[in-house]
């Protein structure tokens, strides 16, 4: 009888341990998981719209119980584009704040940097929302993009400009990582269609100075130009060439697709050409668009519908799915497993295909074009 009841007091004590070690995985409490992001929150407009729109949604999850019982809540530094900001808060978010995963960072320079972090810390990352090919190659076991790539976005904009026939292309980027990947995206694809640019030119991250460039470029008198470059500095660009180089078309990456862009743009906006990489936001007839406008409404953000807060919207849904996938008890293990069985998995109108070997869930992309009134149409 003695051992009986040795045995089973053993017994209960081991399943308490189980029970605390299951429960000791970092950012997974009782009641709360903790994910963390640094971005340029004092820059671009874009960085805050991808956030706050994610964090409408995990308000929206929360009011209803939040995921099996838990509040999913977001930890957020401003890095202010700055990447050594970037690594020290990605290393306190990880070593001090303890967050379950990294999500929703911005830029490419950035993502580059703190992809190492979380490497050498075996904290998953989700959802970066560059597309450039240095934050998905070589391909890193912990780091899952919802988006397609710029190289992808690229290629769409060229076939595009050839079904036109408009073959007299010129190329701008950005002199940094981001734009020299957009760069590579714009040469293979007009190399597949045998076209060569017929002008290009870069500028410097540092000033963002682009008259030069505008000169350089305007001087071919192209009939396009596609481009790879930070928001403002693009419109800078497209102001001063279309004084220089009227009737010229101006065909640019998802990452200006910020409402603030179009808007800073003005009347020189109309006609602009902008790749995306989600479906538009204003498209009433898909469940995930109204579930978005419900979302931002409960967070009295109604007036907020873009593009870039969009995109947010959908990776923090598709973090969550996962984390449900990943059952009462989660760990980072079981988290990236259920990322990885979601093989072709609806939204609510946007599909995601995972595995294994593939991290990048959509290849999705889709040309809009500014109209007068600075909205983006299809």
């Known amino acids: 009888m003695h051992l009986r009841l040795l045995h089973r007091c053993a017994l209960a004590a081991a399943t308490f341990l189980l029970s605390l ?28 719209e991808n956030t706050d729109s994610a964090l409408a949604y995990f308000a929206y999850v929360n009011k209803r119980g939040g995921v099996f019982g838990r509040q999913i809540e977001l930890k957020t530094y401003d890095d202010a584009r700055d990447v050594k900001k970037t690594i020290e808060n990605t290393e306190r978010l990880i070593t001090q704040d303890k967050v379950f995963a990294l999500f929703g960072y911005r830029s490419t320079p950035t993502s580059e940097v703190a992809i190492p ?78 076209l060569k640019a017929v002008a290009t030119a870069s500028y410097s991250r540092k000033d963002l100075k682009v008259d030069d460039a505008s000169k350089t470029l305007a001087a071919a008198s192209p009939a396009a130009i596609v481009m790879a470059c930070t928001p ?89 799915m996962a984390l449900q996938r990943a059952g009462a008890d989660p760990t980072r293990a079981k988290f990236m497993a259920a990322l990885e069985s979601m093989r072709e998995v609806d939204l609510g109108g946007m599909f995601v295909r995972f595995s294994p070997s593939n991290h990048q869930g959509s290849a999705m992309v889709e040309l809009t074009m500014i109209n007068r009134n600075g909205k983006y149409i299809r």
């Open 21 to 48: 070690f299951a429960h000791a995985e970092n950012g997974i409490g009782k009641t709360s998981v903790l994910l963390g992001v640094s971005s340029e929150f004092s820059g671009q407009a874009i960085a805050r």
């Open 117 to 194: 972090v979380a490497t050498r810390h075996g904290v998953p990352m989700v959802g970066s929302y560059s597309g450039a090919q240095s934050v998905r190659e070589p391909f890193n076991p912990l780091v899952f993009h919802l988006r397609a790539s710029y190289q992808q976005e690229a290629a769409a904009i060229i076939d595009q400009l050839v079904v036109q026939q408009i073959h007299s292309i010129a190329v701008l980027y950005q002199d940094d990582s981001f734009g020299k990947d957009g760069l590579a995206g714009f040469t293979n694809a007009l190399a597949r269609n045998k």
């Open 232 to 320: 403002s500095a693009c419109v800078d660009f497209i102001k001063q060439t279309r004084a220089r180089a009227r009737g010229t078309q101006f065909y640019l990456l998802s990452n200006v697709n910020s409402n603030e862009f179009a808007h800073d743009l003005a009347a020189d906006g109309n006609g602009v050409v902008v790749s995306q990489i989600v479906p538009s936001p204003w498209n009433n007839a898909l469940p995930l668009t109204r579930e978005y406008r419900e979302a931002l409404q409960e967070a009295g953000n109604s007036g907020a519908i873009a593009y870039g807060g969009f995109e947010g919207f959908i990776t923090a849904k598709l973090f969550v």
